[in-house]
């Protein structure tokens, strides 16, 4: 329509009204292109803002799994301090719960956190330029302080294969039928039961109790004892450190 008119005032050498038709699709265009980009840059907010909410989101489900990890590394630690009481004993006077304490502190399960919202908040491209700049440099020394102490984290300890090598086979197998570890899968946690009593029979406790006595594995479990408490430390300070980055975010976004 625009066109048609454009042509018949080119014909009638009406250049005024072919300089106002000009100038009508100049503005049109120009309005199209406005409207185009204030649409893409919304889409951009609600994009970067959805990864922010993710992200969020991924702290507070992690630290419920943080927590799980604090209380069940607590348990391993006492299993750990029961069975360096119990070493000071003459042989003969170990019982049960020492053969129980020895095995449960071998429970080392391998930390990690479900990190799938940060690394799509990282593949954001020009929407992250749209957060604030605080909340992105906090999030990635965040994730920075996490990835540093994976190694750690995820250490397991000589003392669990030196413990278990040595332990009887059928008195393994009758703690963990009596006492099984609750293992969720999908947040990636273990927690050991409170209380374990797998009523082995004397003939087990006399054997488990000689084969571990046998063995010097006290070097082994101080270690991991003081592998436990560095790692309860660094779970505590990223708790921590994601709570107040959660309320920064909260405040700041």
């Not at 999030?139 to 990835?147: A, G, K, S």
């Not at 250490?155 to 278990?164: E, G, I, K």
């Not at 947040?187 to 000689?210: K, N």
């Amino acid at each position: 329509m625009l066109l048609r008119r454009i042509t018949e005032h080119v014909k009638a050498q009406n250049w005024f009204a072919v300089g106002i038709d000009f100038f009508i699709v100049v503005i049109g265009v120009f309005l199209g292109i406005q409207v185009a980009n204030w649409n893409a840059t919304h889409a951009n907010i609600r994009t970067a803002q959805a990864a922010v909410d993710n992200v969020q989101a991924e702290l507070s489900s992690n630290r419920e799994r943080i927590q799980i990890w604090i209380d069940n590394y607590e348990t391993l630690s006492k299993h750990a301090l029961a069975t360096l009481d119990e070493l000071e004993r003459p042989e003969e006077q170990r019982g049960e719960r020492f053969v129980v304490d020895a095995y449960q502190a071998s429970s080392y399960a391998q930390f990690t956190l479900p990190r799938d919202a940060y690394n799509d908040f990282l593949a954001l491209g020009p929407s992250k330029a749209l957060i604030d700049e605080d909340i992105r440099q906090r999030l990635v020394r965040y994730y920075f302080f996490l990835d540093a102490m994976s190694l750690t984290l995820k250490n397991v300890p000589a003392y669990r294969s030196r413990l278990r090598s040595v332990m009887p086979h059928d008195v393994e197998v009758r703690i963990r039928t009596k006492c099984p570890p609750r293992i969720n899968v999908l947040e990636s946690s273990i927690q050991l039961p409170e209380t374990c009593q797998p009523e082995l029979s004397a003939d087990q406790i006399v054997r488990a109790t000689a084969e571990l006595s046998a063995v010097n594995f006290k070097p082994d479990l101080n270690l991991a004892l003081s592998d436990l408490h560095l790692k309860i430390g660094i779970l505590r300070l990223v708790l921590n450190t994601s709570q107040e980055l959660d309320a920064f975010i909260e405040d700041t976004a």
